[in-house]
């Protein structure tokens, strides 16, 4: 099956809607899985195999649930895991041009949809359907799995994370402004964010992470989706220039800083940055909040806003357009790692129910299982997941192209150089088109 170009989300909201709704009741999920996860065929690892897995150091564990689970891992494989973790720009960097000379430093590493078809068109990963039994993946999200197949059927990658991004408030200070809802439109955005800071209730509106990395990239698709833009059609010819609405959230973005609603910090933040900012209350709005985060305004190490935190919709253009961004994480095997077998060990382990269950209790991510979204040990720890619900509608994902590295370099260095006032928001997306005019409808 061929994945769409942006990720529509049918299957998993048509999954998930009934799903999450299961979450305020004590009744058996509406989607069941068809059958027990079955083991795979593949022949076992060797004990005392080391192998070495690279992946970005994620904004959600900031509590070394990851490390935790791999030396749980260790002891129950023998197998030795080389733990190779830094931002996702050092991971691109490291890893990209490994696998396009067929390297094989790494046996696992983690990528998200947008490199699913550069991976596949360039033979880079290994089709997991080798080490896999039929129904392996049963139970799993189904909009999540397909996200990681390619044109020829295979799945390259297991996805380990539902990582769909949720419009977070601080509804405590919300109303110290005067307001009594959030914000339903960008201008509401706006409105608010100026009169809390002009009443002292906090220093900006919100605190952007358009640092020039790679996680501007996926910025760069939230705003567009959010303004109703587009970046490329539905036969990957260049738009992003084209579209007025994606000029309009390009223009937003920028006079966001101008006017005082984003910290103008914000061009050197990361995404860890400006979570901390909004957990220590100095900020009203985080757009594009992970999962987890509820679970870290309880923590009184890292959070000053314990209680005060709530989820709302992204707010909608003035064409009444609005949608949040999924980024779901998987691993994948390079083609080159000699240690095939011991990997996929690793990447059973780690998207096992049970390992999912554990995380989403240490770190609040989103569970890849359907049945863990009706878990009582977990919808008694998260009851706002059933607040999930009414935004996965219009979740999407990144652009599905073989050339989204390319679009992610040009389309980040241009972008900054507009949100830091060098150029207009025309002449940035000019500029990225112009530069990626090779890959012009080119899928």
């Known amino acids: 099956m061929k994945p769409s170009r942006t990720f529509s989300v049918l299957s998993v909201i048509l999954c998930l809607a009934f799903v999450l709704s299961a979450c305020s009741t004590p009744a058996a999920p509406a989607v069941q899985p068809t059958t027990a996860p079955v083991e795979p065929t593949a022949p076992p690892a060797a004990a ?64 998200d949809n947008g490199w699913v078809a550069e991976w596949c068109g360039a033979g880079w990963a290994t089709p997991l359907n080798d080490f896999m039994a039929a129904g392996y ?15 020829d059927g295979k799945l390259y990658g297991v996805v380990w994370n539902n990582d769909t991004r949720f419009f977070h408030y601080n509804a405590a200070k919300l109303t110290e402004a005067g307001f009594t809802a959030p914000p339903k439109t960008w201008e509401e955005f706006t409105s608010q964010s100026l009169a809390a800071k002009e009443k002292g209730v906090v220093k900006y509106g919100f605190a952007p992470f358009w640092n020039q990395e790679w996680s501007l990239g996926n910025e760069f698709h939230f705003w567009t989706y959010a303004f109703g833009g587009e970046l490329v059609d539905d036969k990957a010819c260049l738009v992003m220039n084209k579209d007025a609405n994606t000029l309009k959230a390009v223009q937003y973005m920028m006079d966001s ?17 400006a979570q901390d900012i909004f957990l220590k209350g100095d900020t009203l709005f985080l757009p594009q909040a992970i999962a987890g985060l509820m679970a870290y305004t309880k923590d009184a190490t890292v959070s000053k806003v314990d209680g005060q935190i709530k989820i709302g919709l992204v707010p909608s253009a003035d064409n009444g357009k609005s949608a949040a961004l999924t980024l779901p994480e998987a691993y994948a095997i390079p083609t080159g790692s000699k240690h095939k077998e011991a990997a996929w060990k690793f990447i059973q382990y780690m998207t096992s129910k049970e390992t999912n269950k554990l995380l989403a209790q240490e770190i609040g991510i989103l569970p890849i299982w359907v049945d863990l979204f009706s878990d009582p040990d977990l919808t008694a720890v998260y009851p706002f997941w059933k607040d999930f619900q009414a935004q996965l509608t219009s979740a999407r994902g990144l652009s599905k192209l073989t050339w989204y590295s390319d679009l992610v370099d040009i389309s980040t260095a241009e972008l900054h150089k507009a949100l830091a006032g060098q150029q207009t928001a025309q002449e940035a997306l000019d500029a990225m088109a112009k530069q990626l005019s090779d890959y012009n409808c080119v899928p």
């Open 48 to 111: 005392g195999e080391t192998i070495t897995v690279i992946f970005p150091k994620h904004e959600a564990d900031i509590k070394g649930a990851f490390e935790s689970r791999i030396k749980e891992f260790e002891k129950e494989s023998g197998i030795t895991v080389n733990l190779i973790q830094s931002d996702w720009d050092s991971v691109a960097n490291r890893v990209v041009p490994e696998l396009a000379t067929a390297g094989s430093a790494y046996d696992v590493v983690e990528f």
């Open 137 to 151: 993946t049963d139970g799993m999200i189904p909009g999540l799995v397909d996200l990681f197949s390619c044109p």
């Open 257 to 273: 800083i101008t006017n005082g609603v984003a910290d103008p910090a914000g061009l050197t933040y990361n995404q860890a940055a």
